[in-house]
């Protein structure tokens, strides 16, 4: 008893508090809504559907956040690179559409990044004030009207699809989260990342690039956004500026 209670002591629940109250929550609806169907297998699907793009944009603001730094800019990058991809769409193909709305989404985060490690502006305000030029621009290029896409190829693969029961949206979600993972706890570059975000200074005696960090994570950022973008304007087959 006394080493289940030590080990108890020594368990820290806060590295676990997201889990548990995601698990009450479930719970709680599951008792509420038993009737309904909360649990059904079409329910939980369409809830990753409805999830999927926050997710895949919260890959990228994970590396932000641990490097010390936010952005709030990511909204109107969605916006801006969704209607981009749709635009390119109507006059291209396919893979050109994706590499301009991503191209997007990287030359916007690259911008913040920029700025917040050279001219040593907050990120805060820096990402609040490209979050307005973004979707300022979001509502210019379009005069606030909404883009349709035809394009049965590209809703099927980002968005409205499914192969077998599986929502083409979850299974970007799990290769997004699963790529994310892989770079965050594997490789040297996120290790360096935690470092800059634990402790900036230290980071920079022990040898790492600071400035480069920074600009990495808010580009990859972008390229997360412009993504999740993608995947908004397949499922909803266009995109808006909202």
């Keep these: 008893m ?28 599951s008792i509420m809504l038993r009737d309904k169907g909360f649990l059904s ?12 793009m926050i997710t895949v944009a919260a890959v990228g603001m994970t590396f932000v956040i641990s490097a010390g730094l936010i952005d709030l800019s ?22 050109v559409a994706l590499l301009a709305g991503l ?11 920029i700025i917040t490690a050279k001219v040593r502006i907050p990120a805060f305000l820096v990402t609040l004030g ?4 973004f979707g300022g621009l979001a509502r210019s290029i379009t005069n606030l009207e909404a883009v349709s896409i035809p394009n049965s190829t590209f809703n099927f693969l980002f968005g409205a699809g499914d192969i077998g029961p599986i929502s083409t949206l979850f299974i970007w979600t799990l290769v997004a989260i699963a790529i994310g993972q892989l770079v965050y706890k594997k490789t040297t570059f996120g290790r360096s990342v935690l470092s800059v975000g ?10 790492i690039k ?29 995109a808006r500026y909202t």
């Design 2 to 29: 006394q080493n289940v209670a030590k080990r108890i002591k020594k368990w820290n629940i806060g590295r676990y508090i997201v889990y548990i109250s995601f698990v009450a929550v479930l719970v709680i609806f």
């Design 41 to 52: 297998y079409n329910n939980m699907m369409n809830i990753l559907r409805q999830t999927a």
């Design 74 to 95: 990511t909204g109107s990058v969605v916006a801006l690179s969704a209607l981009v991809t749709a635009l390119v769409l109507r006059t291209s193909n396919l893979v």
């Design 103 to 113: 191209g997007v989404g990287f030359a916007c985060g690259l911008l913040n990044g």
């Design 130 to 133: 490209t979050s307005t030029i």
């Design 198 to 207: 634990g402790n900036e200074s230290a980071a920079q005696y022990s040898g």
């Design 210 to 238: 600071v400035d480069r960090i920074k600009i990495a994570v808010m580009a990859i950022c972008g390229v997360t956004a412009a993504f999740a973008g993608i995947l908004y304007a397949g499922r909803l087959h266009g």
